[in-house]
Nanobody, 118 residues
Framework: QVQLVESGGGLVQPGGSLRLSCAASGIIFSMNAMGWHRQAPGQQRELVATITPGDNTYYADSVKGRFTISRDNAKNTVYLQMYSLKPEDTAVYSC????????????WGQGTQVTVSS
């Protein structure tokens, strides 16, 4: 049974930072591309960032230069470090496993809320 458990969300002021974590189980983590997606109320889910087993990364234009995705295969965990947060970054952030390119894979976490507000 695949489980992806996100943590690290919360309320932060504009310009602040947060680090999200996603702990994976039930998959061979090191062999899976991992990704972060987000969905704001009333909007479609959008891809934020991905990282391949070989540590190649992709970022949406809206977060490039502000967010960093990384992975620790020893801990079966993928991270999303977010800097210079903006109110428009407010969304539920979900972890995804098994994707290819910008296409998400079949495994999703439950999501963690990130709210950027003063």
């Amino acid at each position: 049974q695949v489980q992806l458990v996100e943590s690290g969300g919360g309320l932060v002021q504009p310009g602040g930072s947060l680090r999200l974590s996603c702990a994976a189980s039930g998959i061979i983590f090191s062999m899976n591309a991992m990704g972060w997606h987000r969905q704001a109320p009333g909007q479609q889910r959008e891809l934020v960032a991905t990282i391949t087993p070989g540590d190649n990364t992709y970022y949406a234009d809206s977060v490039k230069g502000r967010f960093t995705i990384s992975r620790d295969n020893a801990k079966n965990t993928v991270y999303l470090q977010m800097y210079s947060l903006k109110p428009e970054d407010t969304a539920v952030y979900s972890c995804n496993a098994g994707g290819w390119g910008t296409r998400p894979g079949p495994h999703w976490g439950q999501g963690t809320q990130v709210t950027v507000s003063s």
